[in-house]
């Protein structure tokens, strides 16, 4: 066996057959297609996220064989991969992989959805090629480490050798063409985090990008167009440019036995991370002693220091961000509306209920829970009712992460949530793009969503 | 006034009148305009080219306000920037700034024009943008540093800066907008030179990338969407990035009084570099002693250790590529054809005559020479005639650098002979071109070229 992981990757990512992917895996990859779907239109009527969009069906053809999600026009694949793209990563509820800190529905999904309506594929096709782009664009995030991240969003550059191996699958790319189009996806990678420091909107161009370039990357491969054929760990590639921790071997991790896709986290709460523990275990809780809000008189949540250092000084959150690291909003949100979702931030971080839920909210510092932080983000909370019960729940993992995650329900009820947050869709319309997915394997053409 | 070097860049950038520019310095972005024009030409029919142009002819429209030079086909601005772009760079006849190693025409001009014809701009407008479009890119190349050079393609990363500056010059942009747009822009800024070690296609897809990524840039910051404030030297920059000698003074270095533009280099001969100082000496020589080919018995080129440790080894060059590295050939052609341009090297590199008046050629290392190098590529040469006359010429300064630049009947020749290279244009196409350039700065709007 070679010891060249970028030959082992572009292999694998040029000869992935559907049947070689686990029953579980390819269900889990379902999951996070309808996930990402509903993200996107989360996205509608954001301004950058419009922006870009009128930007690209402005320099694009008006009509063509890929779907824009937000306004369900149609134009080239490039167009509707770079749109789609801006859109999934706006509302932040689209996926992540805890391990290589990386967004791949965002990048994945879009351009390979575009392409595969472009090209008449199946939807087997659809979900190999997103598979494809998953295995490939999180071992990538993985090789280039955390000194990367300090300074690229690894979501940009990483993500745009994700969208070329998607996209390349489809367009059956062999081995020899992929590894051109790793390399010139990773000439083109790029997204610097300096834009936070002013709350900027490169976010949505940074997932249009990567989708944009890796796209453009697969179909010059697929032309004859060469590229780098180390673009990885060559003396000028990636890693020489933009890591000083990047472990080569990581590229070819557990090919063809661990599935990167299958570790990839939903987010369930719309609130900062350091909240989950404790909301998963009140939610637990209350639905496991039948408890309703108003029968709350006093919740305490153990935490890690972490969570006291960013969440306390939060006590009166007077904007919906600020609401999100308020962890007696967010319980109360979950305790009164059953949800911490985008639509219960906007409406009603500051009923009068949800107020008064959250100042019975306490934190301390709990020694196990210290302990295990970060490696496990253990919930556990204390309640005392107003009869007087003393009550506990405890939550091993955080909702949405492999070992708790969502159920089909869960990811359902999530989705109309989604589409309902900004208008992107009916519940009927979406009653009907869920059944589109589950059924995709089976999908002969990759069909026409929200038609 | 403030200290904070972006912000004055921007605020150059948006605020550059036409009439603020010196005669000569728009004299010689009519120079460059015409050189650039030339050599996107000679891209026509190049495999890397075509491909690309291809593919964005395929994701774009049809039809639009747009010129792709090669094909004479419209489409919108991004897809002929892009287009353009990929084309200018393949013959490498395109102009170089020393100081920063930046190709700044590649860059500029493609989507300087593309948004010129969009917009119906004048022609003033057209060269007001592109000097602005100089100016920063030079800059930014300059603040990157020679560490940057070392991994990353300049032409490529600063590219992206410069082209947005066009652009958004273009578009009239506001100094806020124009710095969001460079936030944009280099948030998208990318060009790895790994591409080299097995003669890739990248070069080509790096301008390209530069050109649709700053002209994406410039189009969302006129619809309001914003860009990191510190995007070159913020903590999570490009220099943070990509950068280990970085200075934030030359972003700003002399703006209004130094013109880069005016710095920028032409290449003349298509062969290396190290040819060029004696190749215009013999020139030279041959022009003022009225001297053939066939009366040359013996040449003695006075070179630098560089150039023996180059070109010495090359004694019987094999291929067109080859034979750009053989003094004897580069002074052969000069010779025999009066010229070493693409078409003499594609046609004649192993001619009998250029043959047998490389045999003529020899090398010595001259102390002069090579201690003026590299601050000074110093061209001698000593000419032994048939009939026993010894000769000597020299230059001081290589053909098409700013102090020896060409002259506008030199210029003419050039992109005559560029355009013929491949089939680009007539000679009476070029003709028309050529006037249509020199009117560029009273044309009430930017003609279509080659109609």
């Known amino acids: 066996m070679t010891t060249d992981t970028t030959a082992q990757l572009a292999q694998f990512a040029a000869s992935l057959k559907f049947s070689d992917i686990p029953a579980p895996v390819l269900r889990r ?6 996930d990402w779907f509903a993200s996107a239109l989360a996205g509608k009527g954001a301004r950058p996220v419009e922006s870009i969009t009128r930007f690209m069906r402005r320099m694009g053809p008006d009509s063509g064989p890929s779907q824009i999600l937000i306004d369900r026009s149609s134009s080239s694949p490039l167009v509707a991969a770079v749109a789609n793209a801006a859109a999934s ?8 992989h805890n391990g290589s800190v990386f967004h791949p529905a ?23 090629a997103s598979v494809v782009g998953y295995e490939v664009g999180i071992r990538v995030g993985e090789f280039l480490g955390r000194s990367h991240y300090r300074i690229f969003h690894t979501t940009g550059t990483a993500g745009t050798i994700a969208a070329a191996a998607a996209v390349g699958w489809l ?24 834009f936070l420091r002013t709350a900027a909107d490169s976010k949505q161009l ?42 080569a071997a990581k590229l070819a991790d557990g090919l063809g036995q661990r599935w990167a896709l299958a570790e990839t986290s939903f987010k369930y709460h719309a609130s900062c991370r350091h909240t989950h523990p404790a909301a998963d275990a009140l939610q637990t809780l209350m639905r496991e002693h039948r408890i309703a809000a108003d029968q ?51 409406a009603d971080y500051k009923a009068a209920p949800v107020v008064a839920f959250r100042d019975k909210v306490s934190m301390v510092l709990d020694a196990e829970v210290d302990t295990a932080y970060p490696a496990r983000w253990i919930g556990k909370v204390q309640v005392t009712t107003t009869d007087g019960r003393q009550l506990a729940a405890r939550v091993d993992e955080p909702k949405g992460d492999p070992g708790n995650t969502l159920s089909r329900a869960e990811l359902e009820d999530k989705a109309q949530r989604l589409a309902a947050y900004r208008g992107g869709a ?26």
């Open 29 to 34: 990859a379902e999951d996070l297609y309808l």
């Open 89 to 96: 990563h706006f509302a932040e509820q689209d996926d992540v």
């Open 106 to 128: 965002a990048v994945v999904f879009p351009p390979a959805l575009a392409v595969a309506q472009a090209i008449g594929a199946s939807g087997a096709d659809l979900l190999t």
């Open 171 to 194: 367009l059956k790319l062999d081995a020899t063409q992929m590894r051109h189009a790793f390399g010139s996806a990773g000439t083109q990678a790029a997204g610097l985090w300096e």
């Open 206 to 247: 940074h997932t249009a990008h990567a989708a944009g370039a890796g796209l453009t990357a697969a179909y010059l491969a697929a032309d004859g167009f060469t590229g780098a054929q180390a673009i990885f760990d060559g003396k000028q590639g990636m890693a020489a440019g933009m890591s000083s921790d990047s472990d």
């Open 296 to 346: 709350v008189a006093k919740v305490v949540t153990q935490v890690h220091q972490g969570a006291i250092d960013v969440l306390g000084p939060v006590v009166d959150p007077q904007t919906v961000h600020q609401a999100k690291f308020s962890m007696g909003t967010v319980l109360g949100l979950v305790a009164v509306k059953g949800f911490a979702g985008l639509t219960e931030f906007d």
């Open 426 to 451: 009916t519940a009927a319309e979406m009653q009907t793009v869920i059944q589109q997915v589950w059924g995709l394997a089976q999908a002969t053409t990759v069909p026409r969503f929200l038609a």
